[in-house]
């Protein structure tokens, strides 16, 4: 979700207004994958380089995260969404970690949805993580290295039982990853709009869905292989 502060800046606003309102877009976007009946949605909204920024700005995209999760919960219920969160929750402030945890537990039965937020997220911290994990379970007798597979990888990221994206939409025209699901991205197709996110609604939500549809997704095969099997 990238561009709120070159949306306020333009504007001749501070960023952290661009970001209050790139959260309204967040909402939007959340109802309209809700409604059309998207499973899963991953959201990343603060990434573990982020920290760095000013000290004002960092405290109020976690004041925005606090209020989203408390006034959002409701809505949350009603439309039978699940919540989890990925990242390095350890660092969040400790109110925010227990509205994000509270958040967690009261959706966890919500099967219409899973909304994924990644806050003080990072893929190559993620797989650094993973690998401690399963270096332990070797280590301990609990796997033998040889067995060590994509499928033990997957299993022991964050996003474990979450499958892996179909589509990666990037706003604000920026043609890179940015340390994001970097594991998980391997086939995912990737959609880049200069559009910033508080201007990404539904209709551009859309619209990136649209694209989507007209990609071949070969997984390495050739376009006559598919052709072939009516795919
Ligand atoms: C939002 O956009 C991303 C967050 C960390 C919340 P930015 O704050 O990166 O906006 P730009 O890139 O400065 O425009
Ligand atoms: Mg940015």
Redesign the pocket.
């Known amino acids: 979700?990238?561009?709120?502060?070159?949306?306020?800046?333009s504007r001749g606003l501070r960023?952290i207004q661009?970001?209050r309102r790139?959260k309204d877009s967040v909402k939007e976007i959340v109802e309209t994958a809700r409604e059309i009946g998207i499973e899963y949605l991953t959201l990343?909204?603060?990434?573990s380089e982020?920290w760095e920024?000013p000290r004002r700005?960092v405290d109020a995209?976690m004041g925005l995260l606090r209020r989203y999760l408390k006034t959002e919960l409701n809505k949350m219920m009603r439309n039978e969404i699940r919540l989890r969160a990925i990242g390095n929750l350890r660092k969040l402030p400790r109110e925010v970690l227990s509205e994000l945890r509270s958040v967690e537990k009261a959706t966890r039965h919500n099967d219409k949805m899973t909304v994924q937020l990644a806050v003080s997220y990072g893929a190559r911290e993620e797989i650094a993580l993973a690998t401690r994990k399963i270096a332990r379970q070797v280590r301990d007798g609990l796997l033998d290295a040889g067995d060590v597979d994509e499928e033990v990888i997957g299993d022991n990221l964050m996003t474990a039982g979450i499958p892996d994206p179909d589509l990666l939409i990037r706003t604000?025209g920026?043609m890179r990853l940015s340390n994001f699901l970097l594991w998980q991205l391997a086939y995912t197709e990737i959609y880049v709009t200069d559009i910033?996110?508080p201007d990404f609604r539904r209709a551009e939500f859309l619209d990136a869905l649209e694209h989507y549809k007209t990609r071949q997704r070969r997984y390495g095969k050739t376009g006559e292989q598919f052709a072939q099997q009516g795919a």
């Open positions: 979700m990238d561009g709120n502060g070159r949306w306020a800046t960023r661009g970001h790139g990343y909204a603060f990434s982020n920024r700005e995209l604000s920026e910033l996110w």
